[in-house]
């Protein structure tokens, strides 16, 4: 299983994944069927979540719902941490992913758009460097494992912090690796030599640990949120959270 995932996640184009693989996994979902853990995304129960990933993460996938380590975790984030669930808001989801979209959009407190340049998932298509949205328009914004892959990080973020309302907050997650600085070298077009120096073929850059500084240059205000360091140690085991995962938190800044 752990080499099918892998294979399949590496060399099938993400947009064609998500238009098909749900189906495939709720096949699968009947032989996890257990007690063992639950996604607090979707409320199901199994004896373990798939392994996912290039290099196969056990206890990683919803079956279910598509959910990762990473999506349980900002789910709860929200709950615990967030007027999300029970404010007046008008949301912007960039890249938006498979386990949320149907819940956020079933919300009656959210006005919540989808935009994205490629993904069948979304409802505009987008170019987060020119986001066609007049300023201070949302009160949300959530742009997860997208900056990794565009040109230009910074204009990104610069064109988040210019749509969100001054009072506006939202999440933008990414790969952060172990490394002091971010590294990028935009001469590197090749495939194969992306995928070794940025981790995988798509990616652009690799995030180091001066990511909230890094995207602070745009004018956002971006902060480390440790939340998952607050948890009970078997609410992680039950959901199988990310033991190290940092939610990037940020709130409008200068424009």
């Keep these: 299983m752990k080499s099918i995932i892998s294979f399949v996640i590496r060399y099938i184009p993400r947009k064609y994944l998500q238009l098909v693989s749900h189906f495939f996994l709720r096949v699968l979902a009947v032989f996890y069927k257990g007690n063992n853990v639950t996604c607090?995304?979707?409320?199901?129960?199994?004896?373990?979540?798939?392994?996912?990933?290039r290099v196969a993460r056990e206890n990683a996938l919803c079956p279910h719902c598509l959910s990762l380590e990473r999506h349980r975790l900002m789910w709860l984030f929200l709950q615990e941490k967030t007027?999300?669930?029970?404010?007046?808001?008008?949301?912007?989801?960039?890249?938006?992913?498979?386990?949320?979209?149907?819940r956020m959009e079933a919300l009656p407190n959210l006005e919540y758009i989808t935009a994205?340049?490629?993904?069948?998932?979304?409802?505009?298509?987008?170019?987060?460097?020119?986001?066609?949205?007049?300023?201070?328009?949302?009160?949300?914004?959530?742009?997860?494992?997208?900056?990794?892959?565009?040109?230009?990080?910074?204009?990104?973020?610069?064109?988040?912090?210019?749509?969100?309302?001054?009072?506006?907050?939202?999440?933008?997650?990414?790969?952060?690796y172990d490394i002091p600085h971010?590294?990028?070298?935009?001469?590197?077009?090749?495939?194969?030599?992306?995928?070794?120096?940025?981790?995988?073929?798509?990616?652009?850059?690799?995030?180091?640990?001066?990511?909230?500084?890094?995207?602070?240059?745009?004018?956002?205000?971006?902060?480390?949120n440790n939340f998952i360091k607050t948890l009970d140690p078997e609410k992680i085991k039950y959901h199988a959270l990310p033991a190290h995962e940092i939610i990037f938190f940020c709130e409008k800044g200068l424009y």
């Excluded at 607090?40 to 990933?53: E, I, S």
């Excluded at 007027?83 to 149907?102: G, Q, R, S, T």
């Excluded at 204009?155 to 999440?171: D, F, H, M, Q």
């Design 83 to 102: 007027n999300f669930f029970h404010a007046d808001l008008k949301v912007l989801h960039i890249a938006p992913e498979l386990c949320f979209i149907d």
């Design 116 to 176: 994205d340049i490629e993904s069948p998932l979304a409802k505009v298509k987008m170019d987060v460097h020119n986001i066609p949205f007049e300023d201070n328009t949302f009160d949300v914004v959530f742009c997860n494992h997208v900056l990794e892959h565009v040109d230009d990080d910074i204009l990104a973020c610069s064109e988040i912090n210019r749509v969100l309302k001054p009072t506006g907050w939202g999440i933008i997650q990414s790969p952060v």
């Design 182 to 224: 971010t590294f990028e070298d935009k001469a590197i077009k090749d495939p194969k030599e992306r995928e070794k120096l940025f981790g995988q073929r798509d990616h652009v850059r690799k995030y180091g640990k001066d990511y909230a500084i890094r995207l602070n240059r745009s004018g956002l205000k971006v902060n480390e």
């Design 40 to 53: 607090n995304v979707c409320d199901h129960a199994f004896r373990k979540f798939l392994p996912y990933g």
